[in-house]
């Protein structure tokens, strides 16, 4: 099955910088999506991005699928951006479901 | 006005026992699914269904039983809990199959605790 690899496992940041998380997969995708897991523990959509570049407020997304990799890009980072990101992708295949990468674990200190 | 709910959001409970967790979807999605996310916080499918018909069963042991009364529910049974089913278990449902490029949306989540 496909396998989904996220960079950087862990990142810590001061209030106000600018991230990039990278999420790589092995085959074509159909759906991929990007996760924010906060402290509380919840899943939270952030995009639907099987290809091409999105924007929603501070944060964008571009996933290149020829190349197999898609980027999360977070600007002006703020406390409330901590927590989980996942990065999770689905083959265009019956029967097949979103396979989740280990995340990457952002800490935003003030 | 919540999308994809769960009840209860947090389970403790005694080794042995049978407990069932619920899920409801309020966007006339055809497709759900059930994903376990262990103590390292990997998130893993466990089931899926498709207006009310089994798609995906993963390796998953068959103390787990899900039950899709209709395509809005979509409920996880589990017989004799050990305490390896402790983990959080998410809900979630999407307007196309499973494989089809459709968002999927997420519950809140079950904190499952097996003492």
């Known amino acids: 099955g496909i396998q989904v690899e996220q960079s950087p496992p862990d990142l810590i940041l001061q209030e106000g910088a600018n991230s990039t998380l990278r999420c790589n997969f092995s085959?074509?995708?159909?759906?991929l999506q990007w996760f924010h897991q906060n402290p509380w523990g919840q899943l939270i959509n952030l995009f639907y991005?099987?290809?091409g570049t999105k924007q929603n407020g501070r944060l964008s997304a571009t996933t290149v699928a020829t190349e197999r990799y898609s980027l999360l890009y977070i600007s002006s980072s703020q406390t409330t951006d901590s927590g989980v990101y996942f990065c999770?992708?689905?083959?265009?295949?019956?029967?097949?479901?979103?396979?989740f990468g280990k995340g990457t674990t952002l800490s935003v200190s003030s | 006005d919540t999308a994809v709910s769960q009840t209860p959001k947090y389970l403790v409970t005694q080794m042995g026992n049978d407990k069932s967790i619920k899920c409801e979807q309020n966007?006339?999605?055809?497709?759900m699914y059930w994903y376990k996310q262990d103590s390292k916080k990997f998130l893993k499918i466990m089931f899926s269904?498709?207006?009310?018909?089994?798609?995906i069963n993963e390796t998953v042991p068959n103390r787990f039983s899900p039950k899709s009364p209709d395509k809005a529910h979509l409920n996880l049974h589990i017989n004799s809990l050990e305490l390896g089913d402790s983990a959080v278990y998410f809900c979630?449902?999407?307007?196309?199959?499973?494989?089809?490029?459709?968002?999927?949306?997420f519950g809140p989540g079950t904190r499952l605790l097996v003492l």
């Open positions: 269904y498709n207006n009310k018909e089994l798609i």
């Open positions: 999770a992708a689905c083959v265009n295949q019956a029967g097949t479901a979103l396979i």
């Open positions: 991005i099987p290809s």
């Open positions: 085959d074509s995708v159909n759906n």
């Open positions: 979630a449902s999407s307007q196309g199959g499973a494989g089809t490029a459709e968002t999927q949306y």
């Open positions: 966007l006339g999605h055809d497709t």
